[in-house]
């Protein structure tokens, strides 16, 4: 079901069916949380280990990024590109256009910065785990997708932990310090 093609393994069925028709998000996400549990062996015993939120924390962090290519590429496709084109300057005008253009060839590059073996630099206080983990795209669907499984992850193991003790409040009771 899924091959290694050197960076990251690749559910051969989803990239096919995504080639004819998008998939719905829901779908994605179930793929990847599939993928990460069978490839990567992240398993609900592994998950329960992270029980200071850091599944929930790098589902933000990978939902930022995709807010920040999108953020970057709008920026760079609208009002970067045409602040440059209104520059007198010739110099400066091509000067502001060439920076939209390598920003928009690499939106992450713009917000994270790159490390000197070309990876993106993770996050400062939002990413949880060794910066070798931290592989986000310029795809903003493959960062929310990658947010969305990390996320559905951080939700199965909060209602694990609620289940194994009778202490935890359920979903739908408010906490006693709430009261």
Partial sequence: MF???????VDKGAQSR??????????LIATERRRQIEVEGWTP?????HD???LAMAGAAYATAARAVVHT??????RGREHAERQSDPAERER??????????DPLNNYYGRNDDGS??????DWPWDASWWKPSNDPV????KAGALIAAEIDRLQRAAASTDESPRPDEPCSSHT
Avoid: K, M, T
């Fill in 45 to 49: 015993e592994h998950d329960d280990e």
């Fill in 73 to 78: 590429l709008q920026y760079c496709r609208g």
């Fill in 52 to 54: 200071s939120a850091q």
């Fill in 18 to 27: 995504a080639e004819g028709a998008a998939l719905p998000g829901v779908e």
């Fill in 96 to 105: 502001l256009l060439q920076l939209c253009a390598e920003d928009e060839a």
């Fill in 3 to 9: 091959e290694n093609h050197g960076h990251g393994e």
């Fill in 120 to 125: 993106v630099r993770p996050p400062r206080f």
């Fill in 142 to 145: 493959r960062n929310l997708v």
